[in-house]
């Protein structure tokens, strides 16, 4: 139900807010892509965009072009992309600063992190449900890294990045 129902809506919401946020002109590099279809919504915001993707768990049809990669390090020179972006991604990760560090070594002019930010008492418990029923049909690992503010804050200075826009409510 979650594929079919909530995926479709949240990739036409989420494509409109990166396709705001994005520079002229970039070639983009969308990290943790799954099918592609987030990437491909984009650039039909964007056609002055050129979008493709990076997957650990390669999908047999993908919406944009797609390059294998092991969760670790990006397989691509430094500063070949403008922009690295991550949607969802980095919480699935084990050491989610490390393949920051890996998307500030690749990307010439920005990065765009969209995740989730625990705050409340509840949160990490219901970020961890959605997440499973979400992902899990995927075979997506669930480490569940789920950041603090105060570990999103640190996580951008250990990599050198500043926070240039933040959004909290994406409708």
């Not at 049909?137 to 996580?155: C, I, K, M, S």
């Amino acid at each position: 139900m979650h594929g079919r129902a909530v995926h479709p809506r949240r990739a036409r919401v989420l494509a409109a807010h990166f396709a705001e946020l994005i520079p002229p002109g970039h070639s983009v590099l969308d990290v943790g892509c799954g099918d592609g279809l987030l990437a491909a919504l984009i650039r039909e915001h964007r056609p002055d965009l050129i979008i493709a993707g990076v997957e650990v768990l390669l999908r047999p049809h993908t919406h944009v072009p797609v390059t294998p990669f092991d969760g670790k390090r990006l397989p691509f020179d430094n500063r070949s992309w403008d922009t690295v972006l991550f949607c969802d991604v980095l919480h699935h990760t084990d050491h989610p600063v490390a393949l920051l560090k890996e998307a500030v070594r690749v990307a010439r002019h920005c990065v765009v992190i969209k995740d989730h930010t625990v705050e409340g008492v509840l949160a990490r418990q219901t970020l961890r449900f959605m997440d499973f029923i979400g992902n899990a049909p995927h075979g997506v690992d669930l480490p569940y890294n789920y950041f603090t503010g105060r570990q999103w804050e640190e996580a951008y200075r250990e990599c050198g990045l500043v926070q240039r826009a933040v959004r909290r409510k994406l409708r």
